[in-house]
């Protein structure tokens, strides 16, 4: 089921910091920095420094926990 959030109510999400993590703001910053705001997760692991052998496994586990 989908589920439309106003600007404001994505405000709130964001500055609540039992709801959103330093590190889920920086996940969104390097995603909204690509054109048309979307890439794979792979390409954000990679720019965000996530290494090894494949730069996504830890971005989808830090999405995960959430």
């Known amino acids: 089921m989908e589920t439309e959030l106003s600007k ?4 709130e999400i964001l500055k609540n910091k039992n ?6 703001l920086l ?3 390097t995603l909204y920095s690509f054109e048309g705001h979307k890439a ?3 390409q954000i692991g990679m720019r965000l ?12 586990l830090e999405v995960r926990t959430c």
């Open 49 to 60: 420094g996530y290494q090894g052998k494949s730069s996504h496994g830890s971005l989808n």
């Open 8 to 11: 404001n109510q994505w405000i």
């Open 27 to 29: 996940i969104f910053q």
């Open 40 to 42: 794979p997760a792979s």
């Open 19 to 24: 709801l959103t993590t330093d590190t889920d």
